[in-house]
Structure formats: C-alpha cells, structure tokens
C-alpha cells in the first residue's frame, strides 16, 4: 500500500466526486433529479409500483407502525416498506414537506454521485493510487449491472455495497469498535432503500468472523458478538418502522445468475449492442452481471497475483458463498444445463434471495476493487497505459446500456401508455386484478400506471402492487369482492384484464353503478362524473331464490355458484382455490337461515379445513370442517348483510390443497369444499 497524505486522499475523492457530478448530469436531466418530469412523468411497472407508495405515504395520516399506510389495500392498509418505495425516503419526505412530494429523484442523484465516491473508499483499503482511484471511479460509476437497473430505482444504491465492502477490508486489517458503528449505520440506511441491498451488504461484511473463525483463533467467538448487532439492530429498526419484515417468495432458481454472465459480453458496445442478455430460464435477467470490457482486462491482468488472496480467507469464502447463491441450484453456462440439483427444498430455504442473481453484484465490485488494487501494483510503465486502457475500453463497452439509462431516465422509454380517463369526485380506486395477479401482459402494464394516477389525484386504493404480499392478501379474494360487491359512494373500479371484463356483472355492483369502456378497459363507478365511453349495460343480476327453499344440489345449484366453483361431470360442486362465493337473488328486510351442506377437504388425512364464511361485507363465522366428512354449515344471515336484495356469501379457505395428494377425484387444483345441498328459509322472529 502506498504512503498516503491528506492531499492525496482530498485528490481521490475529489476526483471520485466530480466523476459522480458528470455521471449524474450525464444521465439524468433536472426535472428527474427534482422529482416532477422525465422518468416520472408517467412511469410504467415498478417504477410506478413505488411512487405509488412513496406519495400515498405522504398523503396519508401518521401512524405506527410510521410506514403503513391505510390508504393502500385500503380499508386494510399496507406498510409502504412493500410497495419498493424506499421506506427511508419516503419517510424523509413526509417529515420534510407538507405536501406530498417526489423524493426518490433526489435518492437517485445521490447513488449516481455516491457511487464513485463509495469505490475510491473501498479501493483505498487496498491501494492509495491516484490512478487507482481515477480508474476504479469510472469502473464503478459504469458497472454495467448498476446501468441495467433502472427501471427498480431503489435497486440503484450499490455505493451502499461498496461502502460495506470498504468497511469489510478495513475489518479485516483491524476489527475496531468505530468500524463495527459505521457498518451498523450503513447496513440500517441499506435495509431502509432496499432489503436486497442490506441483504448484500451484511453478506459481505461478514469475511471479518469468517476470518477470525477459518483461522481458529481463539477469540473467534469474539468477532460474531458485533457482526451480529451490527445486523440485528437494522432489522429491529426496520421491524420497528415497517411492522413486518415482508418474507420470502418463489423464484431462487429462475431468476438466477447465468454462469456466463459476468464474462460474456451483452449489450455491448464493443462486440454488438444488439447481443441478448443471456437467459436459461426466462428470468435470468435479474442475474445480468457483466463487468464489462475494461473491468474484464483488469481482472485477466491481476490474475498472476492471486496468491495474496491468502490473505483474505474469510472475503474469499464469502464472495464464493454469494456466487453459488446467485447460480442457484440450478446451473446454466448459457442455454447449457450443468448441475440440477431440483429447485426444493433451495427455494424454501433461500426463498428471502428470491432474485438469487443479485447476490453476485457484491462479488462483481470485490473483483473489480481487486484487480484495480493489483494493477496499481505493477511497475509504472505497464500500469498507467493499463488503467487507461481500462477506463476507455470501459466507456466503450457500456455505451448501450449508457444511453439506455440516459432515454429510461429522460422518460423516453418504459413509459406508461395511454390510460383510462379517471371519473373526476372519486375517492376509492381499485384495479382488478391487483398488480401482480393477472396473466395478460397489457392488463399488467396497464394496472400499476393507473393506480399512481389514483394517488396524484388524491384518491385512497384499494389494492396496490407489492413485491411480498401481507400474510392476509390473496388475488383471488380481492378480485371476487371487486366483481361481486356493490361499489361504495363516490368508489371507482376498473377492470383491465379482458377474461375479467367477460365474466363481470355489472348488476351486482348495485344499482348506483355506472360501467363504461375506454382505453380497452372497463370503469365502473358510484355517484362520480363518470367519463365519456361506451356504456355497460347493467346486466348479471343474482338468480332469483324464494323462500323456503330447501335441499338445492346438483345442477340446480349452477344459477347460484359466484366466484371459485367448478362443477364435475357427475353434477358434484368443488370451490377452486383459497375463495368461492354464493349469489342469491333474495327479498330485502328480513333476517335469514342458511344452511350448507359441505364436505371439507383437509391437506393431510384426519386434519380438519378451516373455513371462514362472510356475507357481504360481514364476518358471519370461521369453522373448521372434519377431513372428508359431510357436515352442516347452518348461518344466520342477518338484513343489514343483504344488500339491494342480493345475498353475497363468500367461503375463505387458507391453503386448499391438491385433491390429487388426498386421493380425491375433482375437476379442480386447489380443492377446499365440495358443497353437497343448500336450504334456505327466514329466521323465526324471536
């Protein structure tokens, strides 16, 4: 390491700043970094997904937790730390402003300007170049997988994994109570941007206890006690903040790393800025991990020089560690498979690395930091001409990807398109399906775009997308309540997905409801100024049911089954899924007796189903049913649940089960109930 001096340091940093001054006014215009044009115009995806969440925040009443907000999911709320919309911004925001106002510009200026900066302090632990630091700003700065992140801004604050990195090398050289406080701040400002970048970030401060623990010291129990605080403590934080911590999802093993990724040249502006991201599995995008030219030509070059990884054990173990998370169990060298090893039970246990791919970013910058040290170690003659050549063939190489970002960012891209005028008065607005759940792509694109229109008009939400759903959130529940329940004053529901507008009907949202068609979607609202479009007629009302009715089964059964039924050859009635429902044609202003004869299908041999029954927007009764046993459900149903004579019944069911598993013969995948018989009479007046 070279002699350092406090002129030399201020030079690196400088240049470490001013290079995130030109990488930042290069990239982004005003009106992004401000918060009110470019990119934010009218953002599409996840992009929209969380300024949804970070205005609606602000709009909303404080609250504890301070993060949730009950304007989202709303009347249920949602904490806003699962919409992606950078919980510590947001907060910023609504402690900073009176009014709602666009932060996450702000956050993005400050990871393209921190980004160099965060470099040069993990290279000085290692080399005190000038040079060095030039070079290692500019890598950074155009690391092709930051500039591939765009469209998920909070996934932007890598200078977030270079400062832990920084801190790991200074750790390793000496473990000291002020480093272990500033890896403790950094991992608490990371697990507030981003979990996966706190995720990233606490992974790689761990080398130092690995070291500790490789080496067999005898204090090596010693060097856990502060990793773990330095850890615990962001977490009890965000916990704090937040109230919950989100869980973990599907998809360890389709959004991985390719093998070849970080070598094989993408989008590149050397070899073809055509040439695809390379993708085995149709998710592999997330594992984009290209280091680009001139970072590649410095690693090939410091490779003589791997002996002084020696010294490292611990940063070794653990980088390794993070690259065979982000390969997952299932290893593709381009489209060729080359381990298999199923994809359970590593999606439970990593199923909080959801995008496994990512785990690699904090192994792309050590190998970068690495080979920058190891090339500021060569003689002079070979090592300027080296740097140099680095940071051109490294400018050249990400030109794509560059000017990719530039149009992203300036709005010329990934832009919401042309979207269903709102009816002006409304104040509840829900989108069905809820971002996340549909399969049709312009449904998708089209669903998280209007839902940010909603909040800018100051409208509460009835769904939202989120990237880990709250433990009472399914898709089926909310899209049976948005096509069967009558719409609230002054509420808008808009239907994107076209196999949903097929089987909407409009009667049942009440006799107030409005329905028209615009922009390929269906509004429907409640004492709102309803825009121009082709009118819905107010067809599908509940079949008719007189009372008594008694012993209804089979197919005289089918005009009363709502949402999540199927019917079997045999004339038997399944629910398919976690929700079914039941619409009966009733008269008014009286209390009733309903009784369901049903058959529970448990998930394992001699457990029971737990059912919970509703009827309109009330909680009748949560039963648990007897595994395979034909049983009565008898509910009373009082006047006040039957609205404009139509008796809404929803049965809730956690987890239906496979009936393949249970031996049980049905036209459905997800088996809770078979409904055997239905009676229905008035409730003796007492």
């Not at 290069?26 to 009106?31: A, G, I, Q, R």
């Not at 890598?139 to 998920?152: C, D, K, Q, V, Y």
């Not at 029971?608 to 009748?620: C, D």
Request: charge should be positive; proline fraction near 8%.
């Amino acid at each position: 390491m070279s002699r350092d001096t406090p002129a030399g340091k201020a030079a690196a940093y400088a240049v470490a700043l001013a290079c995130g001054v030109v990488l930042l006014f290069t990239l982004m215009p005003l009106d992004a970094i401000t918060g009110t044009g470019g990119l934010w115009r009218s953002p599409a995806g996840d992009m929209a997904q969380g300024l949804t969440g970070h205005l609606a925040l602000q709009q909303d009443a404080w609250r504890f937790p301070p993060l949730f907000a009950e304007n989202l999911f709303w009347p249920h709320g949602v904490s806003v730390a699962l919409t992606d919309s950078n919980p510590l911004f947001s907060l910023l925001a609504k402690l900073l402003s009176p009014r709602p106002v666009n932060l996450l510009g702000a956050w993005l200026a400050c990871c393209w300007v921190l980004q160099p900066v965060a470099a040069v302090y993990a290279l000085r632990a290692l080399s005190r170049s000038l040079a060095g630091a030039v070079t290692v700003a500019v890598l950074a700065g155009l690391f092709p997988a930051l500039l591939f992140r765009i469209g998920h801004v909070n996934l932007c604050g890598h200078f977030l994994i270079l400062l832990a990195l920084g801190l790991s090398l200074r750790l390793l050289q000496g473990a000291t109570r002020r480093r272990w406080v500033a890896a403790g701040a950094v991992l608490t400002v990371a697990i507030l941007c981003h979990p996966y970048l706190f995720m990233a970030s606490a992974a790689t401060l761990a080398a130092a206890p690995v070291q500790t623990t490789i080496r067999r010291r005898p204090e090596w129990w010693h060097a856990w006690l502060p990793y773990l605080v330095a850890c615990v403590v962001p977490v009890i934080v965000f916990v704090v903040l937040a109230g919950t911590l989100g869980g973990g999802d599907k998809g360890f093993v389709t959004y991985s790393m390719n093998l070849l990724s970080p070598f094989w040249p993408q989008r590149s502006g050397l070899f073809g800025p055509g040439l695809p991201v390379i993708d085995a599995t149709g998710g592999q995008y997330e594992g984009f991990c290209y280091l680009g030219a001139g970072s590649l030509l410095l690693i090939l070059a410091s490779l003589p020089q791997l002996g002084g990884l020696r010294r490292w054990p611990g940063l070794v173990a653990v980088l390794a560690g993070l690259t065979l998370i982000a390969l997952s169990s299932r290893v593709y060298a381009g489209h060729v498979k080359l381990i298999d090893l199923g994809a359970k039970p590593w999606e439970d246990i990593f199923a909080v690395f959801r995008a496994s791919g990512r785990a690699f970013w904090p192994v792309g910058y050590a190998l970068i930091i690495g080979a920058v040290a190891a090339a500021c170690q060569m003689p002079a003659p070979l090592r300027l001409p080296l740097l140099a050549i680095a940071i051109v063939l490294q400018v050249i190489d990400t030109t794509p990807l560059r000017l990719a970002a530039e149009d992203a960012l300036a709005g010329r891209i990934a832009q919401a398109g042309t979207l269903p005028a709102l009816p002006s008065g409304g104040t509840l607005l829900t989108v069905l399906p809820t971002p996340g759940c549909g399969i049709d792509p312009t449904s998708r694109a089209l669903s998280s775009p209007v839902l940010l229109a909603g909040v800018r008009a100051g409208m509460r939400l009835g769904d939202v997308g989120v990237g880990r759903a709250p433990s009472w959130f399914n898709c089926e529940e909310v899209l049976s309540d948005g096509l069967e329940l009558p719409l609230r004053p002054k509420e808008v529901r808009l239907f994107t997905d076209p196999a949903v507008q097929q089987v909407l009907r409009p009667a049942l949202l009440g006799p107030g409801a409005i329905c028209r068609r615009d922009a390929g979607a269906v509004l429907c609202g409640r004492d709102v100024a309803m825009p121009a479009g082709d009118a819905v007629a107010a067809t599908g009302a509940a079949a008719r049911l007189d009372v008594p009715a008694i012993g209804l089964s089979g197919p005289s059964l089918a005009p009363y089954l709502g949402f999540g039924w199927r019917v079997a050859a045999d004339g038997g009635v399944w629910s398919e899924g976690p929700r079914a429902s039941l619409l009966l044609g009733v008269e008014p202003g009286r209390d009733l007796r309903l009784t369901l004869r049903v058959e529970g299908i448990a998930t394992r041999a001699g457990g029971t189903r737990r059912v919970t029954v509703s009827a309109g927007r009330q909680r009748l009764a949560e039963l648990d049913l007897p595994d395979r046993e034909a049983r009565d459900l008898a509910l009373r149903i009082p006047r006040s649940a039957i609205e404009d004579g139509t008796l809404r019944l929803a049965l809730d069911f956690f987890r239906p089960v496979d009936p393949e598993r249970r031996g049980v013969v049905a036209p459905v995948n997800r088996a809770a109930v078979r409904l055997l018989s239905l009676d229905l009479a008035a409730e003796p007046r007492p």
